[in-house]
């Protein structure tokens, strides 16, 4: 693992970024619009449209935010103090104060320039932006559903760790609701109690709820923190006011995934054998595939804030591995060029996938098309997987806070 956090020396550029998009004065104001997500791959048949409100279909990928469900009756047992001597509940107590202290309590509070700044977005830009806060909006109300069952089902079980779990879904559901505000900037919004009961749901064990949540809010942090640092020296790219709220924001993101870095810490049997360090470095790649794929799909929007989509994304899956080593009993070697190379063919080859789907072949055809390049995906990342890992794990995160949070 890297022996030390760089969060400390922002970085100033990311290559040269094309310039950005001129943003008109004039905007034609549209109706209101609720945006409903599809549970379902396939196309559904759009709801009768209400008198105020269109309901527009989004569709779903495999690398559309998902939600997730657990085996809560597992969970019960592994936050049961009787049955496992390893929970530190002086820590669970401490962090738990931490959540209650709401450092973000008065911090998501609106202007006037917000609105002002949608009415100004126009073209590929406007289009792109409210892509990225329906899927932000999405992701994040994700995590509330998950927190605020796990608060539910464990408060019984461990009344401390179910009260943080409940706080962390209070946060969540604050980052949804911002940002669905956000989306009424732009004369939009996401039904979001459609989304609960149509939404297809992803089971995942326990233990791997613990790697993927840990490595999202991770990966979270360092996105935010490196946009917002971005956009504080490049004021210039400062096109929607929400970049502004990121240096806050972020420290929610953090601070939920040291909760689940001391979840794991209390469930040692999910990092101390050859199992942990095989499952660890297919969440690590799991989490850092998509992210590189989505972004490289929407260069347009890093671009329109100034950034070098694979330089940024570069960027964050080195800072956030180099967090995760601290934890995870084995990460990817993601520093080494491989890596990206790796990734990069990754991008060419499902630009090709998706150009397939863009074609008027019958579905027949359009599949045969997809097999090679499937299969050679499919190489890519079982090869990105079978580069020597990184040994990691076993350090005690405390003594680094001060630098990663501040």
């Known amino acids: 693992m890297a022996t030390e956090m760089a969060l400390v ?42 008198k105020k409100a269109a309901k527009t279909e989004i569709k779903e990928t495999l690398l559309t935010p998902r939600f997730y469900t657990t085996d809560f009756d597992e969970m019960e047992t592994l936050f049961n103090t009787e049955i496992n001597k390893n929970l530190n509940q002086a820590e669970f107590e ?10 973000n309590q008065t911090h998501f509070v609106r202007n006037k320039e917000f609105k002002e700044a949608a009415d100004k977005m126009q073209g ?70 459609f989304l609960t009961k149509a939404r297809k749901y992803t089971f995942f064990k326990p233990k791997f709820i613990f790697y993927a949540t840990y490595l999202s809010e991770k990966i979270g942090y360092w996105r935010y923190i490196t946009i917002y640092r971005h956009l504080k ?16 924001w972020c420290q929610d993101e953090n601070r939920h995934g040291d909760f689940f870095s001391a979840l794991m810490k209390a469930q040692p049997q999910f990092l101390n054998d050859w199992k942990a360090k095989l499952w660890a470095r297919f969440f690590c790649l799991s989490v850092y595939v998509t992210m590189y794929l ?33 934890i995870f009993p084995a990460v990817l070697d993601v520093e080494n060029p491989e890596f990206k190379r790796k990734l990069d063919r990754m991008v060419e080859i499902n630009q090709k996938l ?8 019958i579905p027949l055809v359009k599949n045969l098309k997809r097999i090679p390049l499937v299969a050679a995906l499919a190489s890519e990342i079982l090869a990105a997987y079978l580069m020597p890992p990184i040994e990691s794990g076993s350090v005690d995160f405390a003594e680094f806070e001060p630098q990663l949070v501040y």
């Not at 020296?233 to 806050?248: D, M, R, T, V, W």
């Not at 998706?354 to 072949?361: L, S």
């Open 94 to 103: 401490a962090l738990l104060q931490e959540f209650k202290t709401d450092y």
């Open 294 to 326: 989505n972004d490289c799909q929407r260069t347009a929007f890093y671009e329109g804030i100034g950034l070098n989509t694979k330089e940024f994304d570069m960027h964050v899956i080195i800072e956030t591995n180099r967090t995760t080593a601290r």
């Open 124 to 193: 590929p830009l406007r289009q792109i932006f409210v892509e990225f806060l329906e899927r932000s909006c999405t992701a994040e109300f994700s995590g509330f559903l998950l927190y605020k069952e796990l608060g539910r089902r464990l408060k019984k079980t461990n009344p401390v760790v179910a009260e943080i779990f409940s706080l962390m879904s209070r946060d969540e559901a604050r980052h949804a609701g911002f940002l669905n505000k956000g989306l009424s900037d732009f004369n939009l919004a996401l039904d979001l109690g």
């Open 354 to 361: 998706i150009a397939v789907g863009e074609t008027d072949d």
């Open 233 to 248: 020296e490049n004021p210039e790219y400062q096109c929607y006011p929400i970049f502004k709220y990121f240096e806050n």
């Open 9 to 50: 020396k922002p970085i100033t550029k990311f290559g040269n970024a094309s310039p950005k998009f001129t943003i008109p004065r004039s905007f034609s104001r549209c109706k209101f619009t609720t945006v409903r997500m599809s549970a379902t791959s396939s196309p559904q048949t759009p709801s009768k449209p209400r």
